[in-house]
């Protein structure tokens, strides 16, 4: 089989199956509309065919049903050549996931928006597919504050992500580099924070600039259709506003909730280079408020049955600036505080109770677990497991994303010709050979793990062209290793899965990736320097930039 993700079990498959043709029904019990919906608009502009409505029972058809017996994100996918296809799901989602496993077997021609093909027969052999997720949290993270991506290529993001079985959409809105969400009573957020004077060109060590001004941001209209979007493809979304670090683009918009008592704020522009920012948010009841005031637009963008989750950010929060202000002392010696660690606790279990109150969950990088943590919100563990360890122990729940394995911003090879290397080299084989769950969890403490997250960070992902070489083939392999019940990582066989990504390079090149060929980059996908020397763009460094 050629199937990514792996299926938990086939049965088969045989010759004589399913040859679709243009008699062939479609059939959606209740609760399967929305299936229903992208299987005609997707397989059936892809093969030509009408998929018309049909009864149940039919032969000659694609039939979907819910079986409330099976989990939810559980299928079984019948072929045969009497009935066609039968999915049965747990839920909507699970029937959807199954709808992916038929588009894989119809072959890489269903992934095109037209018929390359047309009147050739396609027969799908007779076998029975029965599959289930490993991790119910299968996430992938995207920053679009450094490089901000239009709404057409934040919708394809998330056709990719369904195509390989992932299900949630971290969605990076806002840093020092940009505020991409626009908030209607702030309205200077996008106004000033979302644009950008230049860009650094490399990473930070780089002495290259772009000078061209950046920037973009989505208006709330754009969110709701990203949302919605997401929804019809059972992908929920976690929109991260990044506080009380990472702040400036913030701060440049509206000075007052800088420091002002030690920096002069009003002169802070967007930050146009790399790197942790000393310019950080005010413990003030003001910033408490301007930001309360951004997360109740917020949370009507993101309705809670999409989005139970908010990410707040929470890492690299230098303490600089509270250590000098005067203010920031005050606040400590009024709250009754140790020091400013707890002072960011404070800051974070603010905006916890803040969320709990109206029925949705924190979650923010592994630094929130400094001076305490509050007791439902969640952790994302990036700076490796250790992180995630300790808030399983403590009885949080964990997302694992460590940096060393899964930050695809990363390299995926050691040499000259990789377009502005940073980062950790990590190889398609690292990636299928990462495992959530570290041996020091087990029992009640493992249970804690949600799931997994794959981050991609886009400081030097100038366009969607740069991003996809990143994630791709790597996030194929981290699908896999998010859904597939595989064995222990160094046990993985990895030559199966090269050969099954055979196969799957060309449903790639059908949905028109620009992923990283098995053999290097192509000439156009290089990137040196103006003068041919990529290490001008800024050294290599082996290991990673900071969390950004």
């Known amino acids: ?61 694609v ?49 095109r928006r037209a018929p390359v093909s047309p009147g050739v027969r396609q027969e ?26 239009p709404k057409d290529g934040v919708l394809r993001f998330l056709d990719l992500m369904a195509a390989h079985k992932l299900n949630v959409f971290h969605f990076h809105l806002t840093d020092d580099q940009g505020w991409r969400v626009q908030i209607k009573r702030y309205p200077k957020l996008t106004e000033v924070g979302a644009w950008r004077s230049r860009t650094k060109y490399g990473h930070r060590f780089s002495d290259i600039w772009d000078e061209k001004p950046h920037g973009g941001y989505y208006t709330q209209d754009d969110i709701r259709e990203i949302v919605a979007y997401a929804a019809e493809r059972h992908i929920s979304v976690v929109p991260e506003i990044d506080i009380p670090g990472h702040s400036q683009a913030a701060i440049s918009a509206y000075p007052e909730l800088g420091n002002t008592d030690v920096v002069d704020t009003s002169a802070l522009e967007v930050w146009d280079t790399w790197g942790v920012n000393p310019n950080v948010l005010a413990p003030s009841d003001n910033t408490l408020r301007f930001f309360e005031g951004v997360f109740e637009e917020l949370l009507d963008l993101f309705p809670a049955a999409t989005s139970p989750f908010i ?60 001076g305490g943590l509050a007791p439902g919100a969640a952790v994302s563990s990036w700076r490796g497991y250790a992180g995630g360890i300790a808030a399983a122990k403590a009885g949080h729940d964990v997302v694992m994303c460590p940096e060393q394995q899964v930050y695809l911003d990363h390299r995926q090879a050691g040499g000259a010709d990789e377009p502005m290397p940073i980062g950790y080299v990590r190889t398609l084989e690292d990636v299928y050979r990462f495992e959530p769950v570290p041996p020091e969890l087990t029992g009640a403490d493992a249970a804690h793990v949600l799931g997994t997250q794959a981050n991609v960070w886009t400081e030097v992902m100038q366009d969607r062209s740069r991003v996809d070489y990143q994630l791709f083939p790597r996030l194929s392999a981290f699908a896999e ?23 799957h390079y060309k449903r790639l090149d059908a949905l028109g990736v620009d992923y990283r060929p098995p053999g290097g980059p192509l000439p156009w996908q290089r990137r040196p320097a103006p003068n041919g020397d990529s290490a001008s763009l800024g050294r290599p460094i082996e290991g990673p930039p900071p969390n950004v």
């Open 1 to 61: 089989m050629d199937l990514i993700p792996a299926p938990v079990s086939v049965e088969g498959p045989q010759s004589g199956g399913f040859v679709p043709d243009s008699a062939t029904t479609l059939w959606a019990a209740p609760g399967t509309e929305g299936t229903e919906r992208w299987l005609r608009a997707t397989l059936g502009a892809a093969l030509g065919l009408p998929l018309a409505p049909g009864p149940p029972g039919g032969s000659n058809a």
């Open 63 to 111: 039939s979907l049903r819910v079986d409330e017996s099976m989990a939810p994100e559980e299928y079984r996918l019948d072929i045969t050549a009497e009935w066609g296809a039968e999915i049965h799901g747990g839920s909507a989602a699970g029937v959807f996931w199954g709808a992916q496993t038929l588009r894989q077997l119809l072959g890489p021609k269903a992934f």
């Open 124 to 149: 799908i052999p007779r076998q029975v597919i029965e599959d289930r997720p490993r991790f119910g949290w299968r996430g992938v993270m995207l920053d679009v504050s450094r490089h901000f991506m």
């Open 311 to 370: 990410h707040i950010g929470g890492d690299e929060c230098p303490k600089d600036q509270w250590k000098r202000s005067p203010a920031a002392q005050e606040r400590i010696r009024e709250l009754g505080l140790a020091d400013e660690d707890e002072l960011q606790s404070w800051f974070i279990r603010h905006f916890d109770g803040w969320l709990s109150a109206r029925g949705r969950r924190l979650i923010g990088w592994d630094e929130i677990l400094e």
């Open 481 to 503: 290793v998010a859904w597939s019940a595989l064995p222990a990582s160094a046990d993985r066989d990895f030559t199966d899965f090269e050969r099954r990504m055979t196969v």
